[in-house]
C-alpha cells in the first residue's frame, strides 16, 4: 500500500478541521481536534509534496 496520501484525503483533513472549529457550541476538546487534524493535514501535504519531489528526480535521473 502506497503510504503517500491522495490529495483529496489532504484536503478533506482541512474541511473536517474548519467544519470541528465552526460547529456550535465551541468546546474545548473541538479546538483540540481541529489543531490536530490541521496537523494531520500539514503532514500529508508534506509526504504528497516530498514523494512528487522524489519522482521528479527518479525521472531526471532516468532521462539522463
Excluded at 16 to 24: G, R, T
Excluded at 34 to 50: E, H, K, N, P, S
Amino acid at each position: 500500500m502506497s503510504k503517500v496520501p491522495h490529495p483529496f484525503q489532504v484536503v478533506a483533513f482541512f474541511l473536517m478541521a474548519v467544519n470541528f472549529a465552526l460547529w456550535q457550541p465551541f468546546v474545548w476538546w473541538r479546538a483540540g481536534a481541529a489543531v490536530l487534524m490541521l496537523g494531520f493535514g500539514c503532514y500529508g501535504v508534506y509526504v504528497l509534496r516530498r514523494s512528487k519531489r522524489k519522482e521528479s528526480i527518479q525521472e531526471s535521473s532516468e532521462l539522463e
